[in-house]
């Protein structure tokens, strides 16, 4: 176990590279695995997640190589993996979890995923739901609708599913079993989540579409493929990486930081939105798009922040940069709610527990509800004991309220931050 101590600054100052965006690396290790040919990916996120999607690939027989500043991925096609050798071992990564299982339901062999504590404690009803509906033979191994989960060989049909849930894990299941169906695979859900899977799938050469609904659902709908093609995949940088150095560019009087490349895809960029809401003054620069994927520079200098309401579509826009939030608004003046966000009880940890019990111990006021929190902002944070429960989020985002509090903050268990940053740590004593 590690323990990182962080104390008051006077301002964090200078540019920052934060590492390739967790989500769009996982999908492009995937679709590059089962496309012909060869993918490249430049600033691919080297985190312990998606290291675990390059161990489950490679064991089923798929050459993946890094290369000084790219990985290589030496695409089967859509039928040429082969059975893994013993479990395929996915870690701490829910996304590894839910997409790979979408992908093994068409292979006509069986495997068997399993992770750790946390990930095995996860809910895995919401994919096993629609890809049994499909055809596929997806079982909870110990019935309790966790992990280990078993897939066998099925037949796969398509479906049109409605999603109870604004959950990209679960429509990219749902697509990614759609490729090996019979006829069109279609997945509704209540509001947009983040898009990466159907971006990703047009630029592989799948016929997928994506429609809006005029009351907030949307759609997308993928046909039945013969093959993808390798790409090269330039990943943006992290948007809720970047979200710790906003919110301390924001909260950490003197401080000025410029982000560098960060991803600003719409239905990731509900925390600049949320930053504006509460007053702060960022500015966007050298704005572009590349694959379909948007990207900027940030710069971010601090703000009086003021309290806000955070709910409906806005949440799937923002849901892994909460924990940072509930940060900002405790050091923002006024009230800030968060609501419709039931969703933060199955990430890593409970997160409406773990921020509560932090934010606490730190001093700030906050009750939790059913489906969010509300922070009463204003109160001076003093340095605590912080204890991660070994999740990144809260580790960072903690480490980031440690940073303008009086007295010390000790961050327990500081090295989960490798799942999603790991140079993390480096970056906070480069800036000071
Ligand atoms: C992710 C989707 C989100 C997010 C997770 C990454 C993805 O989860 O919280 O960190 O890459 O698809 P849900 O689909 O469960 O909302």
Redesign the pocket.
């Known amino acids: 176990m590690s323990v990182k101590y962080i104390s008051k600054t006077s301002g964090l100052r200078g540019t920052v590279n934060v590492p390739g965006d ?2 769009i690396s ?2 492009a290790v995937m679709l590059g695995s089962i496309a012909l040919g060869t993918t490249e990916i430049t600033n691919f996120l080297e985190g312990a997640d998606c290291l675990a999607t390059i161990g489950c690939f490679r064991n089923m027989g798929v050459e993946i190589e890094h290369k000084p500043k790219s990985i290589l991925v030496h695409g089967k096609g859509l039928r040429g993996l082969h059975a893994p050798e013993g479990i395929l071992d996915v870690g701490n990564s ?2 590894t979890t ?2 790979i299982s979408g992908i093994l339901s068409g292979q006509n062999f069986t495997s068997v995923l399993s992770g750790d504590e946390s990930l095995n404690s996860r809910p895995m009803g919401r994919i096993i739901t629609p890809l049994r509906n499909m055809g596929a033979t997806v079982t909870s191994v110990d019935g309790s609708g966790c992990a280990p989960l078993k897939i066998e060989p099925g037949y796969i049909h398509g479906i049109h599913y409605e999603s109870p ?8 299941a749902v697509l990614l079993a759609g490729l090996y169906a019979d006829s069109e695979t279609s997945v509704t859900e209540p509001t947009l ?2 898009n ?2 159907e971006l990703m799938l047009q630029s592989f050469g799948a016929a997928l579409t994506a429609t809006m609904h005029p009351d907030g659902r949307a759609t997308a709908a993928v046909a039945p493929c013969r093959e993808l093609y390798g790409q090269q995949i330039d990943v943006p940088g992290d948007i ?1 990486s970047a979200a710790y150095f906003i919110a301390a560019g924001l909260t950490v009087p003197g401080s000025e930081l410029l982000i560098k490349n960060v991803g600003t895809n719409f239905t990731r960029a509900g925390f600049l939105n949320v930053c504006q809401n509460m007053g702060a003054d960022i500015t966007l620069e050298n704005e572009t798009i590349q694959s379909g994927e948007a990207r900027a520079d940030i710069l971010v200098k601090p703000d009086r922040l003021h309290g806000t309401v955070i709910e409906g579509d806005l949440i ?1 826009s923002l ?2 940069e909460i924990p940072v939030i509930a940060v900002m608004a405790a050091c923002a003046e006024g009230t800030t709610v968060i609501r419709d966000a039931a ?1 933060l009880k ?2 890593e940890t409970d997160r409406i527990q773990t921020v509560t019990e932090n934010l606490r111990a730190m001093g700030a006021h906050i009750a939790p509800t059913e489906d969010g929190m509300v922070i009463e902002g204003g109160h001076m944070l003093k340095g605590a004991s912080i204890e991660s429960h070994m999740d990144h989020r809260i580790a960072m985002s903690f480490a980031i309220a440690g940073l303008s509090a009086e007295g010390e903050t000790q961050i327990h268990n500081s090295q989960c931050v490798d799942v999603s940053y790991p140079t993390f740590w480096e970056t906070i004593e480069n800036l000071h």
């Open positions: 967790k989500s996982h999908r829910g996304t839910r997409l849930v604004a959950s990209a894990q679960v429509k990219s989540s983040r990466h899977t809720s799937p849901i892994d969703e199955v990430k």
